[in-house]
Structures are given as C-alpha cells and as structure tokens.
Nanobody, 124 residues
Framework: QVQLVESGGGLVQAGGSLRLSCAAS????????MGWFRQAPGKTREFVAA????????SYADSVKGRFTIFRDNAKTTVHLQMNSLKPEDTAVYYC?????????????????WGQGTQVTVSS
C-alpha cells in the first residue's frame, strides 16, 4: 500500500503558475504509475495527467496540454504537476493517485490509491 500527501495548492491570478507536489510513502515508489485528477465544485472528478513508473510515458487531458507538466523523482518518492498559464476554469481540488497495475500504454486504467487533495483557486 502507498500513502499520498499533496501540497502546493493555493490562490493565484489567471496567467500565473503553481507547482503541486505529491509525496508518497509505503511500498516502493517506482512500482507505481501516478496520476493527477481534479474536481471542481458541482462537477465530477476528471483526469488531468498521468506518468508511467519510470517517467518515460506521460498523458494529459486536452484541456491542460501545453500548460501543465507532470514529472516524477523516484529517488525522492515525489510526483509533481507544474501548472502554467493558469485559467479560472482550472480552479478545483487536485488529487494525486497511484496504482501499480498498468495497461499496454504503461498507464493505469484506474487508480487504487488516492491522496486527500489540495485546493487550487485561480482568480480572474
């Protein structure tokens, strides 16, 4: 099992940047592919980005492509989400997720382990 703790959320103006971090503990971090999801008020949780166990494969939602970057540091057992050119519609609670089960694309079809979330608010 792995425990996940997100940090780095906050309030930022539109056009600004934030870097979210997710610290993992428990089983070997490199055994897990990682993902970021978000949930805005009144909306369902949505996929944001994912990264494979070694970091060689990444995937992004169309809404964040070119603005967000997911990367991981297996030595420090952390995964990050660098968010640039933020928009008010990026406002949400952001969740880190992990799973050791992956599909043919090297990424999880779903995620078993979740963090508690961190709030990101983008003002216009």
């Amino acid at each position: 099992q792995v425990q996940l703790v997100e940090s780095g959320g906050g309030l930022v103006q539109a056009g600004g940047s934030l870097r979210l971090s997710c610290a993992a503990s428990g089983r070997t971090f490199s055994s897990y592919a990682m993902g970021w999801f978000r949930q805005a008020p009144g909306k369902t949780r949505e996929f944001v980005a994912a990264i494979s166990k070694t970091g060689g494969i990444t995937s992004y939602a169309d809404s964040v492509k070119g603005r967000f970057t997911i990367f991981r540091d297996n030595a420090k057992t952390t995964v990050h989400l660098q968010m640039n050119s933020l928009k008010p519609e990026d406002t949400a609670v952001y969740y880190c997720a992990a799973d050791f089960r992956v599909g043919l694309n090297g990424l999880p079809p779903d995620y078993r382990y979740w963090g508690q979330g961190t709030q990101v608010t983008v003002s216009s």
